[in-house]
């Protein structure tokens, strides 16, 4: 498995070598840029999945939004898991039943809670 975070200035470009055998992803967490060879534009928010080849390109466009400093990405790969994929909101499994089971799951409250009030600390404050 591969992960990289990369904040590319504004104009920058990286050429990052890359396994054949690997998927890649690159995800835009802010900025606007290109990527791969034949510089498709991307944006905040999206995803590219990268076809067969041995190197990511990535670049930043020279002008970017005047409160973002430039193009930031996460990139993952990985080997092929080569299993089923069956999705439903935010759940991700191998098969539609599994997905159902996870929302029955999640509705019992099986997948933990996050408390709705915040309890401040009791402890002495300085």
Do not use: C
């Not at 200035?9 to 992803?25: C, H, K, M, V």
Request: no cysteine; proline share 7%; aromatic share 6%.
């Amino acid at each position: 498995m591969a992960m990289a975070h990369a904040t590319l200035s504004p104009g920058a470009e990286i050429r990052l070598p890359w396994r054949r055998d690997f998927n890649a992803l690159v995800y835009v967490l802010s900025g606007t840029g290109t990527v791969g060879a034949e510089r498709r534009p991307v944006r905040t928010g999206q995803a590219t999945v990268f076809g067969p080849g041995d190197t990511i390109i990535v670049a930043a466009d020279a002008r970017q939004e005047s409160r973002l400093t430039g193009l930031d990405v996460v990139i993952l790969g990985g080997l092929p898991i080569r299993e089923p994929i069956a999705w439903a909101g935010p759940f991700v499994m191998n098969t539609e039943a599994e997905v159902l089971a996870t929302f029955e799951d999640h509705q019992q409250g099986k997948l933990g809670v996050i408390p709705a009030t915040y309890v401040p600390h009791s402890g002495a404050r300085g």
